[in-house]
């Protein structure tokens, strides 16, 4: 089958700002697809692309074969789009909202009752359908938007950002909507800037500075990180640690919390670098061996890729 | 959860001063809603506090009370040896505070920045005139004193904030969500220079609601409808609660709840 | 079609109702504005003080203090002044005019049956000069024919004004102030509409879904033609009410064509609307696009006839114009839509056009 988005050397300026440079990628039918970067990286500007609300300068993008330049009105039609921004009317009760986006997309009346319901039981809003949108909490009004943009059973759903600035247990309920809704179908391409996100997705593109650094499935990505790291739990050198980052072997040392993640350089044998480090420290250390995350792998690709980063 | 409330304090061995925080029953009630519900807790000198909870959980209300910002309904609590009821004028000189998202001013070239906040703490010229040359060549920013804050990179922003809290010198320094949004390579220059100067024996008070975040403090509580429901180590939880994440720890003890939100 | 555009204007009337702080200003502004702007923007004067250096202190003098007194334009100041006070009293606004009868007033009559008084006014404002001195001529003129009615003139002219035989100027500013509240007010209501769903976000939602610019554009004009049609309502009522403005023509003629002239009103703040960024652009856009041209353009205040060419084919494009000409017409002469269609064509074309070029303007997408 097709993939069911195809970004071909996409590319988009705004002024003098390169916001995309260069970036290819698919999306299969069925996926649940991540753009992963900072902000700034070009994961808003990708998706806005998608939901034809911008043109690419050069490259081609295409929904279901349709091309965004010209396919407007139809692209439009098949697709979910959820802005970064809550951009529901707060002047307007839950069920108001939800009935002017069914008016919009023109969903039968008939079936408007059914889809209601169904959105209010995943959503757990029925209880709320007359309250102000505004008066919402901030993981309520992320499930709110996300029901004005299934109203009208989009083959695609575009979610920038949904769950930026929401508690990690709204977070986690959002992404468990998520795959439900990937369960039943619909493709999904989600932005976030948050490592733990993307390890959910199926497929992920890396952004950085307007261009791709990597994609691939999370899980693979982490598995191609060769590069060695240990934890060193010491509450005390956490707040001092100039002394291990100068010991042959050691590549970057980071605190974190009540230890430090130690990375080497690869070519040295994990005993030989612990006792580099005791014996730096003039003590006996303990190395504990760990898996790199997300963001180390991150972090690598950038230094690695030479691109300037403060 | 037990409606008997927690009760966390530091070790009682130490003497009053090796706090910089220390919070005894700090309630603060809005008509019948209570925001902060007698919180206890303390904060040593030099160490990196996490303070995490949802939006609306009671963070904000707690922050500008230990401001001198909003007095407390009841309980006290000192900051910087000084108590927040009468002594709240002394307590603004001693602080410093930063968020990333309102410190700076976007249409002020970054010299003008440094300038006016030196200002605003009562520092004299000379003072200031020092301080903005040491920061600028600190920060490598030389050759953009002139140019307005909102041109710089996001990751630079974010330096200068700091930088500017810190101008007047406080013991203390609230960040409030200092590095979301943040690409991970700057997140970890800004986490070095926090543990620079929590080496150097300020304290640095964290509040946030991103778990990645929280993973770099020394010792985190986590706040929940006003309450302070779980503080430790971030390691001494992961063990207790046998779970690999502070997201994971923060679901599982918030997660099964039932939220406030979803009472009508 | 239809159905997305119902479903966008239900929306905007619950946005108008629901924030009621809102709507109350907006209606109450323009009836405050009629109250300010009416009672201070008038050209008549009344009670000018004058002062007089009688140095004749005769019959004749008397009389014709009398004849400056009697009427409702001067007043006298009730003391005696002397030359070198005159000077002072200017300066200190005590006084407009000072009027100086020489001491051979009576014999020079007598004599050689003609006299000079000396008028000395005080022409800072020099519209101010201008009317003092045209009132105190007819004074004079008036007092002439009195006092000569043995010898009359062989022409006088007895002038017969029309329509507004008072000559009272407000009667003639209130259906301007009408024309340029309503035309502020309605364009400021939709200017705003769509730049505010372009600054909360909401815009960017609704443009993903496939509505049509036109439907956009039509769902933004409509609810505020009702919320117009009660402004204008409130408008000329208050102005009836407040400063007794006559209405001799159609009442519904003058309701029908204030509606298509608020119509144009709001499709040029819609037009507006589509070009700004920001709320407070186009605030200040309306502003500056409405008002200045209104008061000083549109036959308002100056007679367009006696402008620079170049100014009267621009006032040839202000909707002001034609709707000043219109309720002019229907208020103070009672003329009917036999002789105003013209205008009421003109101005239906204005807002039809406008419309369409806020729609073609209408961008569907972000940039």
Known sequence: MTPLISVDHFSKSYEEVRAVRDLTFEVNRGELFGLIGPDGAGKTTTMRTLVTLLRPD????????????????????????????????PDLSVEQNIRFFADLFAVPREELPARMDRLYRFSRLEAFSRRLAGRLSGGMKQKLALSCTLIHDPVLLVLDEPTTGVDPVSRNEFWEILHELRAQGVTIVVSTPYMDEAMKCDRIVIMHD??????????????????????????DLVMNFSRIETVPGVRSVQSFGDSLHITSDGDILPERLQSAIGGALGRDVHLRPISPSLEDVFIALIEEGGVHVL | MSSEHLRFTGDPALPASEFAVSATDLTK?????????????????GEIFGFLGANGAGKTTAIRMFCGLLPPTSGTANVAGYNIRTQSRYIKQTIGYM????????DLTVAQNIEFYGGIYGLTREHIARKTEQLLEELQLQDRRNKLTASLPLGWKQRLALSVSLLHDPSIIFLDEPTGGVDPISRRNFWRIIYEIAGSGKTVFVTTHYMDEAEYCNRLSIMYRGRI??????????????????????????????RPENTP | MRRRLFAIIRKEFIHIFRDWRTLMIIILMPILMIVLYGYAITLDM?????GVI??????????????????????????EIRRDDMEELFMRRDVHMVLVIPKTLSTDLITRRTATVQLIVDAGDSNVGTFVNNYAAQVLNIHNRRVNDTSPLLFTITPRIFYNPDMNSTHFFVPGLVALILMLISALLTSIAITREKETGTMEQILVSPVHAREIVLGKVLPYVFLGLINASLILISAWILFAVPVRGSLLLLGVLSLVYVFVALSFGLLISTVARTQLIAMFGTLMATILPTIMLSGFIFPIASMPDILQYFAQILPATYFLLIIRAIMLKGVGLAELWPEALILTGMGVLLLFAATRRFRMRLE
């Open chain 2, 29 to 45: 009630r809005f008509g019948t809603f209570t925001a902060v519900d007698a919180i206890s807790f303390t904060v040593r000198k």
């Open chain 1, 58 to 89: 050069t490259g081609s993008v295409t929904v279901d074969g349709m091309d965004v330049r010209t396919r407007m009105k139809d692209i439009r039609a098949i697709t979910g789009y959820m802005p970064q921004r809550f951009s529901l009317y």
């Open chain 1, 210 to 235: 307007g261009a791709s650094l990597a994609q691939g499935s999370p899980r693979d990505l982490v598995a191609s990180m060769t590069v060695p790291m240990y934890a060193l739990d010491d509450r």
């Open chain 3, 46 to 50: 009344r009670n000018i003080v004058f």
């Open chain 2, 99 to 106: 968020s990333q998202k309102f410190s700076l001013y976007e």
């Open chain 3, 54 to 79: 009688d140095d004749a202190r005769t019959t004749e003098s008397r009389a014709l203090i009398e004849a400056f007194s009697e009427n409702g334009f001067f007043r006298p100041l009730h003391r």
């Open chain 2, 229 to 258: 429901i779980e503080i430790g180590h971030p390691g001494e939880l992961k063990e207790r609660y046998g779970l690999d994440s502070m997201q994971d720890i923060f679901i599982h003890l918030v997660g099964g709840d039932i």
